[in-house]
């Protein structure tokens, strides 16, 4: 079993749409967790932190599930500009990072 | 952004040749990662460093070596190229073990 696990998609979601995607890890002992967002053939840059308590981002909003083991991402309102690959990471207090696989998401006119 | 370089940043290669990207960072952070990347993989852990001279193994680790001989250069070996380790490979830096990851602009390399 995969210590991160992403629902790989695709979405395909019009303009305007609400999306949420979910993150499932297997080792409980993960400190703190993370969404970034890939463009094709570019690196992955930081979207948000994951906290217990959620948090929100103008129209993102993360949230962290510790006794089930999971986080997600909620997109509201989507823009053309969301359409991008998004990856959760989990890290471990030995300071190692994994990430998920990547959901891509296409928003269409 | 942290000054993350990595280099060569394309490289085409023969099977059975050994190879050295190089990822050079100017922001002093401790931690540094080689991830690779696949279509329907994401992005894997070779190696990662928490400090100088101090590395250990991620999940697809075989047929990889990494050194650091300090702060700033963490370097990914492939001994003998195979076809399968044709990939986009990433760097990536960390201040701690919680904070969030910066990355290099990824290496494309090819082996033939």
């Known amino acids: 079993r995969k210590e991160v696990e992403q629902d790989p998609g695709p979405f395909n979601v019009p303009e305007g749409a609400t999306v949420a995607f979910n993150c499932t890890y297997s080792n409980s002992a993960s400190q703190s967790f993370f969404w970034y967002r890939q463009d094709c053939r570019k690196e992955p840059k930081l979207l948000m932190s994951v906290y217990s308590s959620g948090n929100e981002d103008g129209r993102f909003t993360a949230q962290l599930n510790r006794a089930s083991q999971y986080i997600s991402l909620l997109i509201r309102d989507s823009k053309l500009s969301d359409s991008a690959t998004y990856l959760c990471?989990?890290?471990?207090?030995?300071?190692?990072?994994?990430f998920g696989d990547g959901t891509t998401l296409t928003v269409k006119p | 952004d942290a000054g993350i370089t990595q280099s060569p940043r394309h490289k085409v290669t023969e099977t059975g040749t050994p190879v050295t990207l190089r990822c050079h960072q100017t922001e002093n952070h401790r931690y540094m990662y080689w991830y690779r990347q696949d279509p329907g993989h994401g992005l894997r852990l070779i190696h990662y460093s928490y400090g100088v001279k101090d590395t250990d193994k991620g999940e697809v680790s075989d047929g990889y070596s990494v050194s650091r001989s300090k702060t700033e250069d963490f370097l990914l070996t492939l001994e003998s190229a195979t076809s399968s380790q044709t990939s986009v490979y990433f760097c990536a830096t960390k201040t701690g073990t919680n904070t969030e990851a910066f990355f290099g602009q990824g290496t494309r390399l090819t082996v033939v």
């Open positions: 990471v989990v890290n471990t207090n030995a300071g190692k990072s994994t």
